[in-house]
């Protein structure tokens, strides 16, 4: 924990820099919609996470490019598990599968160990957060209970 009670892996500003960069490219494609993939459900205490900081900047962006963008973050309110379903009813196993196997939270870059729910430390609270949803998810497609 930072002296500003910020967790450690707190990397200022990165999530505004990343929105910032897709709507550069954005309007010189003519696009309006931009999709990003943070959450205020399990954020970690980061500020660039937050729905407040996302809609101030859709406004930011919108104002200092004169362009109409909307910035969605369809993961806002929802936890882990959540995401796990969300990503099943998307695109079935198939893309849960890509997720395990393509993409990792872990804080410390870890690709060396697989586990069910993907690659990562598995002590880090990104692991922890994924592997607990993870879980959840699974329990729930197993035994068809919503509620597990």
């Not at 954020?43 to 963008?69: H, V, W």
Request: charged share 20%; hydrophobic share 35%.
């Amino acid at each position: 924990m930072l002296e500003n009670r910020l967790p450690s892996t707190f990397v200022p500003g990165r999530n505004i820099l990343f929105l910032t960069f897709a709507a550069c490219v954005a309007y010189r494609r003519g696009l309006k919609h931009i999709v990003g993939g943070m959450c205020e459900t399990d954020f970690s205490g980061y500020p660039d996470c937050r729905d407040d900081t996302i809609k101030s900047l859709q406004a930011s962006l919108n104002l200092g490019m004169e362009a109409r963008f909307v910035l969605h973050t369809p993961l806002m309110w929802i936890d882990k598990s959540q995401s796990w379903d969300l990503a099943r009813q998307l695109g079935g196993p198939a893309l849960v599968n890509l997720i395990v196997e393509h993409t990792h939270t872990c804080y410390q870059g870890d690709r060396s160990q697989r586990h069910d729910w993907g690659f990562g430390c598995g002590t880090c609270p990104a692991c922890l957060l994924r592997r607990d949803g993870f879980l959840q998810y699974k329990a729930r497609e197993t035994t068809g209970d919503p509620s597990a």
